[in-house]
């Protein structure tokens, strides 16, 4: 019995461990679309056209616009940041200030990164024609900014001497780093940063999601073609333009994760065969001892299935009895576990099990019960009567 409770008591813990690997680590890609990819520019490496090596170039709205011809994709959202890639700026209100994640975004930016209001709105399109000089604040950007519990939205904060008005207060959808980013960063339209801080057309990166029936890394590579040939770069050149696919390192880990899953299965199972396999040694033992008895019983007319079922039903009490513990302490175990990490945890987050998984480990312990059984019951029905009465 303390094998087949080591067994199911292993499983279960490996099973949560492994889920609360698998929540910290996916916990960096919630909030985005797990279809989507991101592209940047880099310095150019080869001669191309005319064009030198070593070269610097911008996209610009012009390039936004030929992308959004392409049928295979969802969104095209141009992005801009003050300072460039993590950059901060200095944000004033009265005397307090704060170092912010000051980005250039459009509406539909929102549907490749959960965007989650705390209080307010989100960027419109009117924001954008009339290039409303508004924003949208993470948390922590309230936090430094304004008192406890005092109402952001109507307020101005001031971005390089340019005032804009909160108009909508965000609450983070990610964890990790891209968590701490979202709650500092400032969300501001994309025309209105264009003009306030003189950046005429130029686009930082796009944000771009695949249609949901064409895989990312098809739409990656006719983005990457078009961009290149609208800014003379060699076809070759792998490190002009710099990208990032989502559904390429989401479907990664996923893999990765499915494999450790399985590896904690097998382990698993075979720690439980290892008890199942001394509960039936033991019962052999004790068909054995119960020679006798067995031998009484059929000579007062029991028939083989009832020696079968008395053997089988003892072997599924101990396992049973013997498994349900384990499962319960294994849970109990993670349980507090997570109750003691809660949303803390950065690299391993809510490491439970839930309810399929296990009624998935009660099947087999009923069927290993049985299992274990089956050996003796066939000795214990193989016993002549006249023989066993016989037995000292």
Known sequence: MLGVFWGIFMLVIMLGSGNGLRNGILKEFAGTATNSFFVWAQQTTKAY??????????????????????????????????GGHEGASNVLRGLKTAACEIQACY??????????????????????????????????VAELLFKKDENVIGEYIRVNGVYFRVVGLTAPTAGGNEGREQAQRINIPFSTFQNAFNYGDIVG???????????????????????????????????????????????????????????VWIVGIGTLLAGVIGISNIMLIVVKERT????????????????????????????????????????????????????????????????????KALTVLILSGAFAGLIPASKAVAIKPVEALRTE
Request: with cysteine; glycine share 8%; hydrophobic share 45%.
């Open 107 to 140: 509406p539909n930016i929102a549907k490749i990164s959960d965007i989650k209001l705390g209080k307010g709105r989100f960027i419109n399109d009117l924001d954008i024609k009339e290039k409303r000089k508004i924003c949208v604040i993470g948390p922590r």
């Open 49 to 82: 056209k005319g064009m030198k090596p070593s070269r610097n170039f911008n996209y610009t709205v012009a390039d936004a616009e030929a992308l959004k011809q392409l049928p295979e994709l969802d969104v095209v959202s141009p992005l801009n940041q003050l």
């Open 205 to 263: 990166w796009f944000a771009i999601k695949s249609r949901d029936d064409i895989p990312a890394e098809q739409s990656e590579e006719k983005v990457i073609s078009i961009l290149k040939e609208r800014h003379k770069i060699a076809p070759d050149d792998m490190k002009a333009i710099g990208h990032w696919n989502m559904a390429v390192e989401y479907n990664k880990l996923s893999g990765l994760f499915n494999g450790i899953s399985i590896l």
């Open 292 to 359: 006798k008895e067995i031998g009484v019983k059929r000579a007062l007319g029991a028939v083989p299935v009832q020696i079968i079922g008395q053997i089988v039903l003892e072997a599924v009490f101990l396992t049973s009895i013997s498994g349900y513990f384990g499962l319960v302490i294994g849970i109990g175990l993670l349980e507090a576990l997570n109750a003691a990490i809660g949303e803390s945890g950065e690299m391993f987050t809510n490491p439970t099990v839930d309810l399929s998984v296990a009624i």
